[in-house]
């Protein structure tokens, strides 16, 4: 596998599929180019050290000495395209939200037409259902497109009864404890809706509600207005995955009014994010925004919420399950059961596992029966 991020303990959709592809054989290794390795690989031993010695320095001259290899966004493929294209690797691309993926775009839309117009694309992963209609359009028609909704969680959230909790507000909780998680990406966070989330805690509080709001990623205290001061808020920088479960079995709902084409034009965010759904492997209730109606999991008001990215409409979502007895609870467990069915192993890294496997199957079939285009250069 290449990445530019890799081991960072702050990706952990990243850590939680690569451990888990190295440690079954599937992966024999992650060439990187993040920097400084040798701190990021030590920290990441700390919680996954049989496959820590799998993680080495970019090299591109290494790259005939492997059959494929397996990359995460488009702005990761444009950049390793080159060195692919050098040693005739043929790869397999997943195609996140994010990492340049913005349609529309100009230099982006150049991008996506040059990766899958390639003769070493072998496979297309999508998530999105909007990504999947372009790259179905985009790709030769003998490149496969494998839809998997969602993304890869860490295991930690798959273990049994971690989120089947009773500690929610007005159960066993005196505070309503709503969060906002997302790294930050522009200055004032509105692509991740850290502006309507504001607003949300302060109506809440103007309402009653013993509310206090908890944020996690790149922001601080100064990022909050002074028509704000009057709201308790707790901010925490990016967190590992144990210690951001940790955090999740505290809350009671999580706000994620994302938008579209704030970060750049034709920028949009996966539904839900993956804080989201970490959020919900954890029986915190999801409230989130689905701009481009890309919901294929969850049901609205059973499981989820999904207001306008307005927070108008949040308080009035939120205060729809407070009036109704049991009802933060119930929307929270509801969540939790679907996001163990959508985003378990079996459901996402079994199917990607498939892919890889039948894409080292074909091209270890060409070069048995000498197909041209297909086998490495030695």
């Not at 692919?84 to 790869?91: A, D, I, M, R, T």
Request: proline share 7%; with cysteine; net charge negative.
């Amino acid at each position: 596998m290449l990445d530019d991020y890799f081991p960072t303990t702050g990706t952990g959709f990243r850590i939680a599929e690569f451990d888990w592809m190295m440690r079954h054989g599937i992966v024999s290794e992650v060439m990187t180019t993040a920097t400084p390795l040798d701190h990021l690989r030590a920290e990441y031993s700390a919680t996954h050290p049989n496959t820590a010695e799998q993680i080495s320095a970019y090299d591109a001259e290494r790259l005939s000495s492997f059959e494929c290899a397996s990359l995460l966004f488009l702005n990761n493929a444009a950049y390793f395209l080159p060195d692919l294209e050098k040693h005739s690797l043929p790869f397999v691309l997943t195609l996140y939200p994010g990492g340049g993926l913005n349609f529309g775009d100009s230099a982006a839309e150049e991008k996506l037409s040059r990766v899958l117009s390639s003769p070493l694309l072998s496979h297309v992963i999508t998530t999105q259902p909007v990504v999947t209609e372009r790259a179905t359009a985009m790709v030769r028609d003998s490149v496969p497109v494998t839809e998997v909704l969602g993304l890869t969680v860490d295991p930690l959230y798959l273990t049994p009864g971690p989120g089947f909790r009773k500690n929610y507000f007005r159960g066993h909780g005196e505070r309503l404890d709503v969060c906002f998680v997302a790294h930050r990406y522009t200055s004032d966070g509105a692509d991740k809706g850290f502006p309507v989330f504001l607003e949300t805690v302060r109506l809440l509080r103007e309402g009653g509600q013993p509310v206090r709001g908890h944020v996690v990623g790149g922001y601080s205290s100064a990022d909050v207005g002074p028509e704000y001061a009057a709201v308790d808020l707790t901010f925490t920088g990016v967190i590992s995955t144990p210690e951001l479960r940790q955090f999740f079995l505290g809350m009671d709902v999580i706000v994620s009014p994302t938008a579209p084409n704030r970060l750049a034009p034709g920028s949009f965010d996966g539904f839900p994010t993956g804080a989201c759904v970490e959020a919900a492997l954890c029986g915190v209730a999801v409230v989130a925004s689905d701009p481009l109606a890309q919901n294929r999991v969850f049901t609205d008001r059973r499981d989820i919420h999904t207001p306008a990215a307005d927070a108008h409409d949040i308080v009035e979502r939120i205060s729809e399950m407070l009036a109704e007895p049991d009802g933060l609870r119930r929307v929270a467990q509801g969540g939790l059961k679907t996001a163990r069915r959508a985003y378990g192993v079996n459901a996402q890294l079994w199917t990607r596992r498939r892919v890889l496997e039948e894409v080292r199957s074909s091209i270890r079939s060409a070069a048995l029966t000498g197909e041209p285009g297909q086998e490495p250069e030695e």
